[in-house]
């Protein structure tokens, strides 16, 4: 009886990962924020958050918060379409690593970068600050991004 090679059998192997779910279970920081925005947000997307807390539209000079993670619950629509509508929790990830697509291809160490519409890539028109890709991809490819947007912890007073 021959052998069957696995990695030429046809499409039964699965994508490394999807586009924003958890790479491991390393330790990770995942807030969540209500979608304040009048669109749906997709999982692997870079959002602002505005002054009450709640995710708000990227504009020139915002400051990302995070990139969006797919919740392990939400079911997609009668479409098979998966996203947060208006006014959804949505979670996002401060500190960890996310499978995201890298909107112009990628190289282990690049900076990672947001588009206006949220999606990724290496500049962009807003820096992910502290964020980098972990992994290499083509242009529209699915890679690893580390992002450490944790703040660090105010020093303790003096005696």
Do not use: Q
Not at 106 to 133: K, M, R, S
């Amino acid at each position: 009886m021959g052998r069957i090679d696995l990695g030429t059998y046809g499409d039964l192997l699965f994508d490394p990962g999807i586009p924003g779910m958890d790479v491991d279970v390393n330790i990770s920081s995942i807030v969540s924020y209500t979608n304040n925005t009048n669109a749906p947000i997709g999982p692997g997307y870079a959002v602002g958050v505005d002054g009450d807390g709640r995710i708000a539209a990227l504009a020139a000079g915002s400051e990302v918060a995070g990139i969006t993670v797919r919740h392990a619950v939400w079911p997609a629509n009668e479409e098979g379409e998966w996203f947060y509508p208006p006014s959804a929790p949505v979670p996002v990830m401060e500190f960890g690593r996310v499978w995201a697509i890298c909107k112009a291809g990628c190289e282990v160490g690049d900076a990672v970068g947001a588009d206006l519409d949220g999606t990724l890539t290496v500049g962009g028109a807003l820096p992910v600050a502290g964020a980098f890709w972990d992994s290499k991809a083509a242009a529209g490819g699915i890679a690893i991004a580390r992002v450490n947007r944790m703040k660090p912890a105010a020093a303790a007073g003096g005696d």
